[in-house]
């Protein structure tokens, strides 16, 4: 077994090594154990926010060295994190809530070190993306995951015709500020029969799922808070809930 695979099992940070720690989405008893002893162990927690992650782990009797690592500021964070790994320090890499790289910081971060060849050990849990899947009943056999969409509505109508006849479930993240016209976009382009799943403040209390046809959500989305943070799903055109 490798070093790098004797840390995966371990709840030990190594030194020299990056630690990809993904954090609750919302619920705090989602942290996973391995989890919380790596970022209660790590020489460094490279975060988003300061203020959110140190809130957590406050929450969680723990302190460490907190640094900003950001969209702002990743291209030189990322290159400055990795030599510190490569002097030996151990580093996780967190976002503000879920699985860093997906939507978030850290894919500059384990490129920065898989070019230096230094370990990079995923710690894996929550992800909002991988949440709805798995409780929305569209079909989970094969799925394309695309962030977020574009801010510009016909952006967002080019890319819902040119995959109108994808054949699996299209998977995305959209702002609360535009979760409404997207749906009053995939009514009007695949059709309000087209099966979607809108979920929003997964794990929290306020978690809610609209799924059935697009013009169903979309009335019922209508009746909703639009405050929070929005997965949306798109099945594939022949799917019957």
């Not at 030194?15 to 705090?28: D, E, K, M």
């Not at 809130?55 to 964070?77: C, F, I, K, Q």
């Not at 801010?151 to 967002?156: D, L």
């Not at 997207?182 to 009007?188: F, K, L, P, Q, S």
Request: neutral net charge; glycine residues 8%.
């Amino acid at each position: 077994m490798s070093d790098s695979l004797a840390g995966n099992a371990s709840l030990t940070p190594l030194p020299g090594h990056l630690y990809v720690v993904a954090t609750p989405i919302g619920n705090l008893a989602d942290l996973t154990e391995r989890a919380r002893a790596i970022l209660g162990a790590v020489d460094l927690v490279a975060c988003e926010d300061t203020r959110t992650t140190g809130a957590m782990l406050t929450r969680l009797g723990l302190r460490r060295d907190l640094v900003s690592y950001h969209e702002h500021n990743e291209m030189e964070m990322a290159e400055t994190l990795a030599a510190q790994i490569a002097a030996g320090k151990s580093v996780a890499v967190v976002s503000d809530a879920g699985t860093p790289a997906l939507s978030d910081p850290g894919f500059r971060l384990v490129r920065a070190c898989r070019r230096r060849a230094l370990p990079v050990v995923p710690v894996p849990g929550p992800s909002a993306l991988t949440a709805v899947l798995s409780a929305a009943g569209l079909p989970t056999n094969g799925f394309l995951y695309v962030g977020f969409l574009p801010p510009k509505s016909a952006a967002r109508i080019a890319f819902f015709e040119k995959h109108r006849d994808f054949s699996y479930t299209l998977a995305l993240y959209e702002s609360c500020h535009r979760i409404d016209k997207a749906v009053d976009e995939i009514v009007a382009t695949l059709g309000p029969e087209r099966v979607i799943c809108v979920a929003k403040e997964v794990t929290k209390i306020h978690e809610t799922f609209l799924v059935g046809g697009a013009a169903d959500v979309k009335a019922r989305l209508a009746r909703t808070s639009l405050r929070g943070e929005f997965v949306l799903l798109i099945a594939p055109p022949d799917f019957v809930l």
